[in-house]
């Protein structure tokens, strides 16, 4: 097949907890978490620009979030499961630290037993996912990849840590791609610094600091993370990889019809969309209803955005997200 064919989403879908039950039986609002920690409705507003997020059910897995958003998404392409030929599970939060999720996914779909493999990239993964599905569809190793960005970080909050259990949510999107006759996946940036992978990180469950009553105790099974500095490092990085996704197809801030970014904080997409040179209005934003979801969060947003009629045939796009390792991605895509 040909080396320069082009590849596009054909479908998405996106999967959202409505009643929890991990925490309060609700989506959980800023007045819920005035009651939990030290915190105001006010202030997370203020300062992240989130009202509510939503919490998984207790009995409710990452891949049953990720299953959910995954069949929506092959209805939209009008695909069956026995369609795909890969499955990329984008997760910070997996099931368990194997089988991956996305083997998980593949049966309770019902696909074929095709390539399955979980990306952990915090929340880049939505974009690198898209990347690698690209790459294998473009040389035409396969023809129809599911990459699915699915998170329950509820699941790895410290509910007694104010500086972070407001942040963070619940969450699935998918994304069906194959390929197509125009447009399609103009452009693909990808990063990582692992010297700063201090900034945002889960210290205990794996090799390094194994389970212990201790490590419960000293709550190490939580999201530890420094968000002033992330803060710092997020507006810098997601203004250059836009930089380093657009150039090269020589397009300017201008020509982009929107940007769907990762929704880690509104204060930070302000400053992302000023350093752009971009009028916040190009900006896509959800992070009001629910809040910083990792991976989860741009594929929701681009779900969201379409359904809303925010994205027409033709239109250029860019994806554009920053999270824990840390990691970066952006790629323009032709509606
Ligand atoms: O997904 C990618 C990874 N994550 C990020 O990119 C997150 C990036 N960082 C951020 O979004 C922001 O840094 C935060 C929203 C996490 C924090 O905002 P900030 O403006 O950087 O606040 P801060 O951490 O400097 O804290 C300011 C004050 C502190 O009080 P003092 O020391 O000034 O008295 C905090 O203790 O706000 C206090 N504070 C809170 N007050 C009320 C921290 N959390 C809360 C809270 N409610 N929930």
Same mark, same amino acid.
């Given at each position: 097949m040909s080396e320069d064919r082009k590849v596009g989403i054909l479908g998405l879908g996106s999967y959202l907890p409505e009643l929890g039950s991990y925490l309060?039986? !609700?989506?959980?609002? /800023? $007045?819920?978490?005035?009651?939990?920690?030290?915190?105001?409705?006010?202030?997370?507003?203020?300062?992240?620009?989130? $009202?509510?997020?939503?919490?998984?059910?207790?009995?409710?897995?990452?891949?049953?979030?990720?299953?959910?958003?995954?069949?929506?998404?092959?209805?939209?392409? !009008?695909?069956?499961?026995?369609?795909?030929?890969?499955? =990329? #599970?984008?997760? =910070?939060?997996?099931?368990m630290f194997f089988p991956a999720t996305a083997c998980l996914v593949q049966q309770k779909i019902g696909a074929r037993q095709v390539p399955a493999f979980d990306i952990s990239v915090a929340c880049s993964g939505f974009i690198y996912g898209i990347?690698?599905? /690209?790459?294998?569809?473009?040389?035409?190793?396969? $023809?129809?990849?599911?990459?699915?960005?699915?998170? !329950?970080?509820?699941? #790895?909050?410290?509910?007694?840590?104010?500086?972070?259990?407001?942040?963070?949510?619940?969450?699935?999107?998918?994304?069906?791609?194959?390929? #197509?006759?125009?447009?399609? =996946?103009?452009? #693909?940036?990808?990063?990582?610094?692992?010297?700063?992978?201090?900034?945002i990180k889960m210290p205990a469950g794996g090799s390094r600091i194994p389970a212990t009553h201790k490590s419960v105790d000293e709550r190490l099974h939580f999201i530890k993370m420094n968000g002033t500095e992330l803060f710092r490092h997020a507006v810098k990085i997601m203004a250059d990889a836009a930089l380093q996704a657009t150039q090269p197809l020589g397009l300017k801030a201008e020509d982009l019809s929107l940007v769907i970014p990762h929704q880690a904080n509104i204060r930070i997409l302000n400053a992302v969309a000023k350093r752009m040179g971009l009028s916040t209005d190009k900006i896509y934003l959800n992070i009001s209803k629910y809040g910083n979801m990792s991976a989860a969060s741009s594929a929701v947003a681009l779900v969201e955005a379409v359904k809303e009629g925010r994205i027409k045939k033709g239109d250029k796009i860019l994806l554009d997200a920053f999270g824990g390792g840390l990691t970066w991605g952006a790629m323009v895509i032709e509606w």
């Open positions: 309060p039986e !609700k989506i959980l609002t /800023n $007045k819920d978490l005035e009651k939990m920690v030290d915190t105001t409705d006010d202030w997370i507003m203020e300062r992240t620009g989130i $009202k509510e997020r939503r919490i998984a059910r207790a009995d409710e897995a990452t891949s049953d979030m990720a299953t959910e958003a995954a069949k929506r998404a092959l209805a939209d392409a !009008k695909l069956k499961p026995e369609d795909l030929d890969l499955i =990329i #599970v984008a997760t =910070i939060t997996p099931d990347a690698i599905a /690209n790459q294998f569809i473009k040389s035409g190793t396969y $023809k129809h990849a599911l990459v699915v960005a699915a998170e !329950k970080l509820s699941a #790895v909050t410290d509910w007694q840590d104010r500086s972070t259990c407001v942040l963070f949510g619940d969450g699935a999107g998918a994304a069906v791609l194959g390929p #197509v006759e125009k447009g399609g =996946i103009l452009s #693909v940036y990808l990063g990582a610094d692992g010297r700063q992978g201090e900034l």
